[in-house]
């Protein structure tokens, strides 16, 4: 069953929030923003685990189930404590309707002091 892979999946990932903020977070003081850095193997089981939590959320808000096929192509920036990961996916909804869909995660790799976040999703249309 999927539930409870998505379950963990999302125990995994989404923890506790932030003990404390960084001085300059607190200032209100926002980090100069970094670079888009294209990610190699778009293939590998933690890009694949960014893009499920991504539609498990999505799932969890409208109630729209998504399964996904691949991860087509990312970037990653760091921001603050962790990175935005830009993900560009192939999904299929419970029809086998395949489409594409871009979306924006917020994580820190490892962490169980930081709340994952989706920041963006969106359907993509066209080529």
Avoid: C, H
């Amino acid at each position: 069953m999927l539930v409870p892979f998505f379950l963990a999946l999302s125990l995994a990932l989404v923890a506790s929030a932030p003990a404390a903020a960084s001085a300059a977070a607190a200032a209100g003081v926002p980090p100069a923003p970094a670079s888009w850095v294209p990610i190699a193997d778009t293939g590998s089981f933690f890009y694949r685990q960014v893009g499920n939590f991504s539609l498990l959320i999505r799932a969890l808000v409208f109630r729209e189930y998504l399964d996904l096929v691949e991860v087509i192509s990312g970037s990653v920036q760091a921001a603050g404590a962790g990175n935005n990961y830009s993900l560009l996916l192939r999904a299929a909804d419970r029809n086998g309707t395949v489409g594409r869909y871009q979306t924006v995660v917020w994580g820190v790799p490892g962490s169980r002091d930081w709340t994952w976040k989706v920041i963006s999703f969106q359907r993509v249309t066209g080529n």
